[in-house]
């Protein structure tokens, strides 16, 4: 039986604006569930609908098989961590992660003992009688974390978490969370705009944008078959390289000024009709080869060396698209080159409604050409094109 | 290094010389204030030791440390009796000002119902009516009521206050949403966050008004001296009006000294609770 299940739920502060527009998905349990999509786009309003701290304009919220729209938030048995954590600062560490215990009636000798094993797992032992204010961003997100933890509620919502914190440390707590979930078993529902988390912790993923679903899969589903153009862009750093494309004599014209040419075997595969939005991730844009059949020619904007991979940003008629090269590669800005833009790779949505007519062919495929023959490519693209390289 | 010479301009020699003249000119208003301010309590003092007959001859240093007048003080009126009646009534108005304001405050910030933003102006509008202006209604009813020099009749007057309602409401506010949602989630009662997260969390607040609200009813002349008709319930600023108002010639030194005890608390409360006084005035309290 799901844990949770939402059917055709609707909110609506003002009874016009609809924050969100009829909300269907099922999360099952033990499962880490992300909501995931920009500012605005409602994923907090669910959360809060579901712990009980915002009501529902229309629509079922049925939890563990009970019909929870009025339920308070203390009968739902869940914990929540919150964006700014909510530690009470007059309280200690202590204090704090045993918040609410003896309202649930937990014996004391109960509390110690989840004290300590809270504690414990998440490296809290020596701060416990200190305040909220004497810790560090990292030690004060953990006791949030403790609380939840000590709370043995079987379901736990977190609100952005993670987003206070330097990306350095928001990725080791990235690890321990997900660590946390599967070592207790826990149901989690976590909502972050920030879709490496979404796509490193999630069991499965829904994305949101406007107060609706645009597609809900796995990390990998989404990655690979994006539904629209918006999960397309919003999944994937740097996010996909989008262009109209025009299918023509001579090839693929992207945003009408930049040519690709098509083999015939390339142009049996096109999806139905003369016009498409086509989006490249930026790893499936290669370096020519001499045999390459999709050669173009590109001015380069700039370019950022990372050590291990380079990104190249480059002009298509007006938009710029990024390039991610393994390896190091010195390029001038201004610079010519050429890249390879192969239709197999790219994603093909209708222009109009954005939605995703074809995806990109071979992905576990391009998987391994990525990493191994991006290399002897790269290679070749620096004999090829020495007028490129500075 | 013309940069950090420029970041760090407090001790450049232009800086140094403003500073140094304002320095002086700073120092000679507080001389001025503290002179202005300090010479009627030091002078009272002084007149509280000092006997009668050197008074009426212009003596106003005491030659040798003269305890009479405060004898008198306390033999020409039950100057004790006013003590204990003002310390009543100013612990249990400052509680229950405190009670009220912090509850009012709470509703206002925490609990969610219609019109709460009219109701909040509307409360902060009586702040522009004098308290002069309700003295008469206020003793109308306290009579109807029957309780006339009593302390109830004292302090039910007083226990509503709009300034201590705006001061807590101001604190609360403070206090991120976020802590009410997770004690919503954590299962406590409208009341347990009250108690446990409220209460604790808008302390200074509470100790700046417990300070302020003490004094204001230590120092209250006009309403005890129209609903207290005897020496029952009588406060001490009234008691020290009644010093004076022996026939003949008034005991200067007597009344300096009724003043002088009068005065003690106020010197006290202020004299610990400055600090705090000013913390709470001046800053939000917990962040």
New interface residues.
Partial sequence: MAKIVCKDLKKSYDGKTEVLGGINLEIEEGEFFILVGPSGCGKSTLLRII???EGVSSGELIMDGKLANEM???ERN???V???Y?L???LTVRDNIL??LD??KVPKAEQEQRLAEAAEILGLTDYLDRKPRALSGGQRQRVALARSVC?HAPLCLMDEPLSNLDAKLRASMRVEIRRLQQQLGLTVIYVTHDQVEAMTMGDRIAVLSAGRIQQLGTPLELYNHPANEFVATFIGTPQMNMAVAEVAPEGLVLNGGLTVPLSEADRAKLPMGQRWKIGFRPEQVYPATATSVHDTEVTVVSSEMMGNETLIFFDVAGTLFTARWQGQHRIADGATLHVSLDPRYAHFFDVNSGALLRAAEDLDELGVRSTSAAGAAAAAHIEAAPAAAE | MPFSKKSSGRVTGSGLRTSKSGLVATYAVLTIAAVAIGFPILFSISLSFTPLEDIINGVFIPTSLFLDNYVNAFEAQPFAQFIVNSVVVGVAGTALQILFSMLAAYALVFIPFGGKRIIFLIIMATMMIPAEVLVVTNFQTIRAMGLIDTYAGLILPGVATTFGIFLYRQNMMQIPSELKEAADVAGLSRFQFFVRVVVPMVMNTTVTLAIYFFLVTWNAYLWPLVSTTNNTARTVQIGLRTLNSSEGLSDFGMMAAGAVITSIPTLLLIFFGQKRLQEGMTKGALK
């Fill in positions: 712990a009980g701290l308070l938030p203390r869940l914990t929540m919150f964006q700014s909510a009470y600062p007059h918040f609410g309202v649930k709370s």
